[in-house]
């Protein structure tokens, strides 16, 4: 299974638009979660606290995803992270 993963990426980094559309997504992703964590906190009065919740974990869960993508993305473009 190892194998079959390493193969894949390796075929992807022959792809540069691939990666550049993964970071792209990625930071799309970043920027909605970035949108609703401040819209939570600037109208935080007028939801109730469960419905404010969700959204909250659903903008976080945003930032995770936005992480993991870009990551991927720069991992098939084979630019080393820090």
């Given amino acids: ?5 390493r ?6 980094s022959k ?8 970071i792209l997504w ?6 909605n979660a970035i949108s609703g964590l401040a819209y939570y906190t600037t109208y ?3 939801y109730f ?12 869960t945003s930032l995770a995803i936005a992480a993991l993508l870009i990551i991927i993305g720069l991992k098939v473009l084979q630019i080393k992270i820090v």
């Fill in 7 to 12: 193969d894949t990426v390796e075929k992807l």
């Fill in 26 to 31: 990625g930071a799309s992703f970043f920027f």
């Fill in 49 to 60: 606290s469960v419905q404010m919740a969700f959204g909250i974990l659903s903008d976080l």
């Fill in 44 to 46: 935080s009065g007028s």
């Fill in 15 to 22: 792809e540069k638009l691939v990666g550049y559309f993964l």
């Fill in 1 to 5: 299974m190892g194998t079959s993963i």
